[in-house]
């Protein structure tokens, strides 16, 4: 059997001290505010084609000239954990955001990621202490505080509901499903696999609910399309996404997602910081609640 290297060796406390989670919940936070400067400006499902697409281009010459290593036995595992971490997770989001599901409830519905992980935290053999269920309720309470100034139940359909709460199952299971049976490859060529496989899923659905051709005759490349499209390929379906793979490798799952009830705080601060929407004491109370609960999630356990 294959020797783990030493990087998935190393004990998570060690992983969660060091700068990785910190620039994967910074690039991951800016998702929200790439779907605010893209989904003007495209049908989501095609935005999405694009941004697989892009992935693709820059990272295949890379894994060709550089003779990335095939992961042997493990491609179909990689194929699949990819279609539920990026067609299912990206494309349930987007679609339901552009069915009238507002930001804030997006946020708290998948938000509530860390504890289906944990419920489901046995079947990839791993242990959920008490304390670290007192973190996990403490993180998506404050959650809610963040977003309860922008939480609106108008324009809100079942459609919207089934989207939402189809992401949130999505990228639980593809979480469970990568850290259960195939935790370790190389991210290069892993990642390749998953966008591939995640635009070979999403464009029959592109093609029949937006008629791609004429979508993508329709795109607006206005510098903000083009930036935002940019920034989702290089900072989010590469950086972030190789980040989340590292983390993934290195630490139980339920300490991994529970990281993502830190993505609303800083969603929330980049929208002040550049939109000037409203961030009051309610949503700073949230934040500080919900690091406080990741702390109790991701410390040593004993």
């Not at 969660?16 to 779907?35: D, H, K």
């Amino acid at each position: 059997m294959t020797q783990p290297s030493i990087a998935a060796q190393t004990t998570p406390r060690h992983v969660f001290l060091s700068p990785i989670p910190l620039f994967f919940v910074f690039l991951w936070s800016t998702g929200f505010i790439v779907a605010k400067f893209g989904l003007p400006y495209a049908p989501p499902l095609t935005f999405l084609l694009l941004r697989f697409a892009g992935v693709l281009v820059l990272l295949v010459p890379l894994i060709v000239l550089m003779g990335a290593p095939w992961p042997r036995g493990k491609v179909g595992h990689i194929a699949v954990a990819g279609v539920l971490l990026q067609a299912g997770y990206l494309a349930g989001v987007w679609c339901a955001i552009k069915a009238g599901m507002p930001a804030g409830l997006s946020a708290l519905i998948v938000g509530m990621q860390p504890i289906l992980t944990a419920l489901a935290a046995p079947l990839v053999g791993e242990r959920v202490l008490p304390r670290q269920w007192l973190g996990l309720l403490f993180g998506i309470a404050g959650v809610a505080l963040v977003v309860a100034a922008k939480m609106s139940l108008v324009g809100l359909g079942w459609p919207a509901l089934a989207l939402c709460g189809g992401a949130l199952l999505s990228i639980t299971a593809g979480t469970l499903y990568q850290k259960r049976f195939c935790p370790q490859f190389d991210l290069r060529v892993g990642t390749v696999i998953q966008f591939a496989a995640s635009a070979v899923v999403l464009l029959p659905f592109a093609v029949a609910f937006e008629g791609l051709t004429p979508a993508l005759s329709s795109v607006e490349w206005t510098p903000r399309f083009i930036g935002a499209l940019a920034w989702s390929v290089l900072a989010l379906s590469i950086g972030a996404i190789f980040l989340l793979f590292a983390l993934i490798r290195r630490a139980d799952a339920t300490q991994v997602t529970s990281l993502l009830y830190l993505t609303p705080p800083t969603t929330a601060v980049m929208a002040w910081l550049m939109f000037g929407e409203a961030f009051n004491l309610l949503g700073i109370a949230g934040m500080v609640l919900a690091v406080l609960g990741v702390m109790f999630v991701v410390a040593k356990k004993t």
